[in-house]
């Protein structure tokens, strides 16, 4: 055989040096990054690929302008997100899993991923009260959502799995109109169309009403359409309101409905005593989405999808002949058979070993120092006069604004103030448009926050709001 020269390879000392920089810049961020247009960004980065590659120094350069090329989720002063500031214990399951880099698919490809997860799923689910849970990890909440719907769409229909939705009357589900839009985008590409999902009203915190959704339904009955399913949700995405779920649950059983809640952000609450009253009901649900990558420190992404119903989520997911990758035939430990997607990552070892290494006392008081912190930011804000507490805090979430000078619009100064923080470095935080008001949203997904940060944030606002 012809003896070939061995492929472009580095040497592991060079890589673990540049792991180390990375480490290094986990801990101690040496700045946010401020916002910069795509023109001048791409004069930075290197978007052509040479021929002949490029030797380390080169790709270590690359990774430097990565680096600086936009916000980083580890400092502070990034509230843009739901997910911010990871923990390092999760950054360790992260880098196993693609040391490791085996798929999800199957038992005898991660076998102890396969188990890490399923002891994950259990304890996640009893958590949420299900004495008897199956489920996986997705790539996150959207998906988990999507994998629910399925669900829930299954045992309305069980034919459409292989016919499509074409048989019977019209499939229609119900949500507030603060849901997340991945609702609406599953439901699309589950074939049921956006105007499929019904918008249930929200009473002025944010949070479904069920007597709307009982008109609903009721609406829906009688244009002869099936209502299938009602998704509450648990911690909203800007509010971070908690839907009535026990009501809700009643509500969606009465009329032979899947109930799913969406806890994708809220989910967190199960882990403090005081976030489980915001909760309750939820063992009632059908099918749960929870994002460890949220409010649990763990890396992006993490995901799960919790259904007390065993064995549904095989019989309703995958077609199509997998034999030749599905062996372990009955066994029920290939996870790929509960899954839309192949090649999965082991996401398992990130929340498994960070929960081991808080364990459950460490991860009530993180949640409720998350809870503590949100209530003493809204404080904050209420204590300046210069600042204006927009809706009153529920959960995670601070809804504010600057107060604008008289005669300026609202919503165009805060547009203004927040492209002046972002591009200056100030901070990177969102807004939203909610029920007419347009405000800035920081969701408290960073339990390191010290006092003094959150001062200094605030009067930094403030000071850049007073500039003309
Ligand atoms: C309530 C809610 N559900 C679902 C999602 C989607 O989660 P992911 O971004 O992990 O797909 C989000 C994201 O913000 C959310 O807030």
Known sequence: ????????????????????????????????????????????????????????????????????????????????????????????????????????ATYESSPAGTLVERALIAKLGRCMGYARCDGLLTSGGSMSNLLAMLCARHRAAPDAKRRGLSDGPRLVLFTSDQAHYSIASAAQALGLGEDGVIAVATDALGRMQPERLEEAIAAVLARGEKPFLVVGTAGTTVLGAFDPLAELAAIAHRHGCWFHVDACFGGAAALCVEGKTMLAGIEHADSISWDQHKLMGVPLSCSALLTPHADLLGSAVVAGDGSYLFHNDGSGLDAGLKSLQCGRRIDAWKAWLLWLYLGDAGYEARTRRLFDLAREVGEAVQRDPRLELVFPVQSFCVNFRAVPPPGEDAAAFTLRLRERLMSSGIACLNYAMTKGTLHFRWAITNPDLTPGDVESLLADVVAEAAVR
């Open 1 to 104: 055989m012809e003896r070939r020269g061995r492929l472009k390879h580095e040497t592991p000392d060079r890589i673990a040096a540049a792991l180390g920089r990375l480490v290094e810049d986990f801990f101690h961020p040496p700045a946010l990054g401020r916002a910069r247009p795509p023109e001048e960004l791409a004069r930075d980065l290197i978007l052509d690929v040479p021929a002949q590659g490029m030797d380390f120094a080169a790709i270590e350069q690359a990774v430097a302008a990565y680096l600086d090329a936009g916000f980083r989720a580890q400092h502070p002063r990034f509230m843009n997100s739901l997910s911010s500031r990871s923990h390092e214990i999760g950054l360790l399951g992260d880098v196993l899993g693609a040391v490791v880099n085996t798929t999800m």
